[in-house]
């Protein structure tokens, strides 16, 4: 059994703005626990207004890494990086970069990054990066 590890950190910026970050277990049931800790962010910034949007994020990226990583956790980050806006990453470790593909009518996935990306500023990522 994994432990889930809650830490509220302070930003090293300028700004000094707050983050939360969870590890989590490679599992599905981390995917309600990651909207769960972004959701608790975002009412403590008072941002309720964005919050559908940034969970549907958070859910389909680790989602991904719950099918894709090779550890066995999932880091997930939410920083505050302005006075309405959020930084969401999800490090899991991976050697290889999440790529957007073009799903078929039928298919039952393949549309999460498309999806992210249609919520999100541009989206980047860093393989072997630290979030």
Do not use: I, Q
Not at 68 to 89: I, Q, Y
């Amino acid at each position: 059994m994994h432990e889930t590890h809650v830490t509220r950190v302070t930003e090293s910026s300028a700004r000094d703005l707050p983050a939360y970050s969870v590890t989590l277990p490679r599992t599905e049931a981390s995917v309600a626990r990651a909207r769960r800790l972004v959701s608790a962010s975002l009412r403590a910034w008072a941002l309720d207004a964005g919050a559908a949007d940034v969970c549907l994020v958070v859910s389909e990226l680790v989602t991904n890494a719950v099918r894709h990583a090779r550890l066995e956790v999932v880091h997930v980050k939410v920083s505050r990086v302005g006075p309405r806006r959020v930084r969401v990453a999800v490090v899991d470790r991976s050697r290889a970069l999440p790529r957007v593909v073009e799903a078929g009518g039928d298919d039952e996935s393949g549309r999460g990054l498309a999806a992210v990306a249609g919520f999100s500023a541009p989206v980047g990522g860093r393989a072997g990066a630290v979030g």
